[in-house]
């Protein structure tokens, strides 16, 4: 994007007059489409998964990210004027840190949490075991591919090409809650409480998974389902400032999907490599979800809350 059309983006985001009935419609149909496709996503998880099942579930769950999109045209508003032009001379910093930063802040993290609960890091494959079954291991090694070098190529992936490809689903949401619903936020209550209530309001879009499936955490944890319901908002919150702080700098839509996408990539990563039953352990980490492994991003989220007008 050159410089003449990010100064029109900004003044754009920065002239966005707060409109309470496209608002709320457009929180009416964004939670009410995905909410009932969550309940059908946890109807299908309590019916017993079989092939065709999950497949249903991650497809319905990968569609629902375009939800956010779909309540913005619902709602009488319109995606134009987002950014979506992908211009980046003059914007390559901000799609670098939202390419790369997302893997560094996870990353260091997880180091941070392996470094407490040294006992829970685990290379045995049992994480692949336990999404995919025993299958899902023979097949890894009839390929010549031990579980080491399967974690190699995951962190690869995080650092080349799955940023890019995430961002595909990623900007389903992010031309919603960025594109549309945080600016409007930030029209109504000023940019630190816009992303305070944005992040809340993005966390609790996830709400009904996670209390009926344990999306995220599991459900084996101490205050299941408030204490994680509550403390994804805190991920949502320092997500969401990162996200639309990005979104302010480049003036392009993609960059916040690209962060999204590389964040969502990266956090596998120690997931894959951690015992998968660790019980109120998991509230802390090894996923930037947690209150220890998500130290990098929320500190980096309070220095931009800090430094903001």
Not at 16 to 41: C, E, N, P, S
Not at 155 to 170: D, E, K, R
Not at 184 to 192: H, N, R
Not at 236 to 256: F, M
Request: hydrophobic share 55%.
């Amino acid at each position: 994007m050159d410089k003449a059309e990010m100064d029109r983006v900004e003044r754009k985001q920065a002239q966005v007059a707060y409109d309470r009935a496209k608002t709320g419609k457009y929180l009416l149909w964004t939670f009410g489409i995905a909410w009932v496709m969550q309940a059908g996503v946890a109807f299908l998880y309590r019916g017993g998964l079989s092939v065709i099942g999950r497949m249903m579930a991650q497809m319905l769950m990968a569609l629902m990210m375009f939800v956010p999109m779909l309540g913005v045209l619902l709602s009488g508003n319109r995606l134009a004027g987002m950014g979506w032009k992908p211009h980046i001379r003059g914007k390559i910093k901000p799609l670098l840190m939202a390419w790369f930063f997302p893997a560094i802040l996870t990353a260091i993290g997880a180091a941070i949490y392996f470094a407490v609960f040294s006992e829970h890091f685990d290379v045995s494959g049992a994480y692949l075991i336990n999404i995919g079954g025993e299958a899902a291991l023979a097949q890894l090694e009839a390929q010549g591919i031990s579980y080491a070098q399967y974690i190699l190529i995951s962190v690869v992936s995080c650092l080349t090409y799955a940023p890019l490809i995430n961002m595909f689903p990623a900007v389903g949401e992010e031309a919603g809650w960025r594109g549309f619903l945080y600016p409007q936020l930030k029209a109504k209550y000023g940019k630190k409480k816009g992303w305070l209530i944005g992040g809340v309001i993005w966390g609790m879009w996830h709400w009904p998974l996670m209390a009926l499936i344990g999306y995220e955490y599991g459900t084996d944890y101490i205050g299941f389902p408030v204490v994680g319901i509550l403390l994804f908002c805190i991920f949502t919150i320092a997500a969401g400032i990162a996200c639309d702080w990005l979104y302010e700098k480049s003036g392009l839509i993609w960059a916040p999907a690209i962060f999204h996408g590389a964040i969502n990539a990266a956090a596998t990563v120690p997931v894959a490599v951690c015992l998968s039953n660790t019980g109120s352990a998991i509230l802390l980490g090894p996923a930037p979800i947690g209150v220890i492994a998500g130290l990098p991003l929320m500190i980096f989220a309070g220095i931009l809350f800090y430094k903001s007008e």
